[in-house]
């Protein structure tokens, strides 16, 4: 299964220190949904891609996030999204994307940074962002959606690196 990677737009609620969007990236607007059909037009005239990511910023700001993975569901696509997993913390929303997608066809990865939030937060640059995140990710895990959590570790977040990775294995 080949992968494409399809950026749908910047915006993010998150400033993390470990972005990779450059300030260049950061000066595009959003795709619009016709743009997206036509690059999604172009990534199925290669069959062996099957399988999109998702990202941006955080693609789930994207005002039509939704009809985008009904869109990418329809094309036969097996989705992934990288994401903060805030806005899950909406469990209708979850809902909503369950209802949408195919069994076996969609997972989200998302990033914690550390299990103290006040080291999470200040990687992040938003007071409040690993409580959300960890709200998003429990509806997502209630809602049976695959989740992969992966830890960025840096200077500041390592001193609580066993601390996560314990965290996490006990809450999930």
């Given at each position: 299964?080949g992968t494409?990677?399809?950026a749908?737009g910047?915006?993010?609620?998150?400033?993390?220190?470990c972005?990779?969007l450059t300030?260049?990236?950061?000066?595009?607007r959003a795709l619009?949904f016709?743009?997206?059909?036509e690059?999604v037009?172009l990534?199925k005239?290669?069959p062996?891609?099957?399988?999109?990511?998702l990202?941006?910023g955080?693609?789930?700001f994207?005002?039509e996030?939704?009809?985008?993975?009904?869109?990418l569901s329809?094309e036969?696509f097996h989705i992934?999204v990288?994401?903060?997993?805030?806005?899950?913390k909406d469990?209708?929303?979850?809902?909503?994307?369950?209802?949408?997608i195919?069994?076996?066809s969609?997972d989200i990865?998302t990033?914690?940074?550390?299990?103290?939030?006040?080291?999470h937060?200040?990687?992040t640059g938003?007071s409040?962002s690993l409580?959300?995140t960890?709200?998003?990710?429990?509806?997502?895990v209630?809602?049976?959606?695959p989740?992969?959590i992966k830890?960025?570790?840096n200077?500041?977040?390592?001193?609580?690196l066993?601390?996560t990775?314990?965290?996490?294995?006990e809450?999930y």
């Amino acid at each position: 299964m080949g992968t494409s990677y399809l950026a749908i737009g910047y915006e993010c609620n998150h400033q993390c220190l470990c972005c990779p969007l450059t300030t260049y990236d950061r000066l595009h607007r959003a795709l619009n949904f016709d743009e997206i059909k036509e690059r999604v037009s172009l990534i199925k005239q290669q069959p062996a891609l099957s399988h999109i990511v998702l990202s941006g910023g955080e693609p789930m700001f994207h005002p039509e996030f939704l009809r985008i993975l009904e869109f990418l569901s329809n094309e036969g696509f097996h989705i992934t999204v990288l994401s903060n997993s805030s806005r899950c913390k909406d469990l209708d929303f979850v809902k909503r994307i369950k209802q949408i997608i195919p069994t076996n066809s969609f997972d989200i990865v998302t990033a914690i940074h550390s299990s103290t939030p006040t080291i999470h937060d200040k990687l992040t640059g938003v007071s409040g962002s690993l409580l959300e995140t960890l709200e998003g990710i429990d509806h997502l895990v209630e809602e049976n959606l695959p989740v992969t959590i992966k830890h960025i570790f840096n200077r500041i977040s390592l001193p609580t690196l066993l601390e996560t990775f314990q965290y996490l294995e006990e809450h999930y």
